[in-house]
């Protein structure tokens, strides 16, 4: 039996992490794309300090080294501005769900300082169950991707401003319900736009849209190691028959610029920066 995927689009990855940042910046300016961006504090500076007006620093508290740091650190990173978006918190990753205690902290810090967080749920990469652990079991789980897990966390901390990346597909009905019920939450469509066939993908964007929710969607890339995928996604929704030209540009900027609360003189400078 063939086990290997074939894709209509292939695209290459970066040959190096120097050559990932330098094509990677290269691709956001060609398509005037302003990123938030998560990894080690250290590495997303590189990537700021290159392409201050582009990059918009993110961190994850869920992922393994950011187990170092304490909510002092936060508040540091916050104030020095190298902490602006909570991302990509992928408590999944590890076996767990979102509304676990050991985050409550973090849900709170976020509330208090006002940091907006980006939450992974829905599907991991293919065959990620099998493969994430190496030569151990791994940890993630499918089961554990359900956005209903933020329920009792926004009724909590009701002023917290999240995201759900990848709309927690393919729970687009659970997430319709979510967004319904919590009018603080929004959903991104990164890694959807350019990871799966295009007539799935538009059938799961339409729904949202057709529930009324074109205001709360926010376009992404999660481009990782392969920055031409920046490109496939931008086209993806370029192309979509059923979203007109204003449905279009606010899932491209406007619902990000209300997301993120970006000032006028911010949007100003992205105009002029353009």
Same mark, same amino acid.
């Given at each position: 039996?063939?086990?290997?995927?074939?894709?209509?689009?292939?695209?290459?990855?970066?040959?190096?992490?120097?050559?990932?940042?330098?094509?990677?910046?290269?691709?956001?300016?060609?398509?005037?794309?302003? !990123?938030?961006?998560?990894?080690?504090?250290?590495?997303?500076?590189?990537?700021?300090?290159?392409?201050?007006?582009?990059?918009?620093?993110?961190?994850?508290?869920?992922?393994?080294?950011?187990?170092?740091?304490?909510?002092?650190?936060?508040?540091?990173?916050?104030?020095?501005?190298?902490?602006? *978006?909570?991302?990509?918190?992928?408590?999944?990753?590890?076996?767990?769900?979102?509304?676990?205690?050991?985050?409550?902290?973090?849900?709170?810090?976020?509330?208090?300082?006002?940091?907006?967080?980006?939450?992974?749920?829905?599907?991991?990469?293919?065959?990620?169950?099998?493969?994430?652990?190496?030569?151990?079991?791994?940890?993630?789980?499918?089961?554990?991707?359900?956005?209903? $897990?933020?329920?009792?966390?926004?009724?909590?901390?009701?002023?917290?401003?999240?995201?759900?990346?990848?709309?927690?597909?393919?729970? *687009?009905?659970?997430?319709?319900?979510?967004?319904?019920?919590?009018?603080?939450?929004?959903?991104?469509?990164? $890694?959807?736009?350019?990871?799966?066939?295009?007539?799935?993908?538009?059938? $799961?964007?339409?729904?949202?849209?057709?529930?009324?929710?074109?205001?709360?969607?926010?376009?992404?890339?999660?481009?990782?190691?392969?920055?031409?995928?920046?490109?496939?996604?931008?086209?993806?929704?370029?192309?979509?028959?059923?979203?007109?030209?204003?449905?279009?540009?606010?899932?491209?900027?406007?619902? !990000?610029?209300?997301?993120?609360?970006?000032?006028?003189?911010?949007?100003?400078?992205?105009?002029?920066?353009?």
């Amino acid at each position: 039996m063939d086990s290997v995927i074939r894709c209509d689009i292939q695209v290459p990855s970066s040959e190096s992490n120097e050559a990932l940042t330098t094509e990677t910046l290269e691709m956001l300016d060609k398509h005037n794309v302003y !990123a938030v961006t998560f990894g080690t504090p250290e590495r997303v500076g590189e990537w700021h300090e290159k392409s201050p007006k582009r990059i918009i620093p993110a961190l994850s508290f869920t992922s393994e080294k950011s187990a170092r740091y304490t909510l002092s650190d936060y508040k540091k990173f916050h104030e020095a501005g190298k902490l602006q *978006v909570f991302a990509e918190n992928g408590a999944q990753y590890h076996g767990k769900t979102l509304n676990d205690k050991a985050y409550d902290s973090i849900w709170s810090l976020a509330e208090q300082l006002d940091i907006p967080v980006g939450v992974h749920l829905g599907e991991g990469p293919p065959g990620g169950a099998h493969l994430l652990g190496g030569s151990s079991p791994s940890a993630y789980r499918v089961s554990l991707g359900s956005p209903f $897990q933020l329920d009792e966390v926004l009724i909590k901390y009701p002023k917290l401003r999240v995201y759900v990346m990848h709309f927690a597909s393919p729970l *687009v009905d659970e997430m319709i319900a979510m967004l319904y019920s919590h009018p603080q939450l929004y959903v991104d469509i990164s $890694q959807n736009n350019w990871g799966f066939p295009r007539a799935h993908f538009y059938s $799961q964007l339409e729904r949202l849209i057709n529930a009324g929710f074109e205001e709360r969607i926010m376009w992404g890339s999660d481009q990782m190691v392969w920055p031409e995928t920046i490109e496939v996604a931008i086209e993806t929704i370029q192309e979509a028959p059923f979203l007109d030209p204003s449905q279009k540009q606010k899932i491209f900027y406007t619902n !990000a610029c209300k997301f993120l609360r970006l000032s006028n003189e911010e949007i100003q400078s992205h105009k002029d920066y353009n």
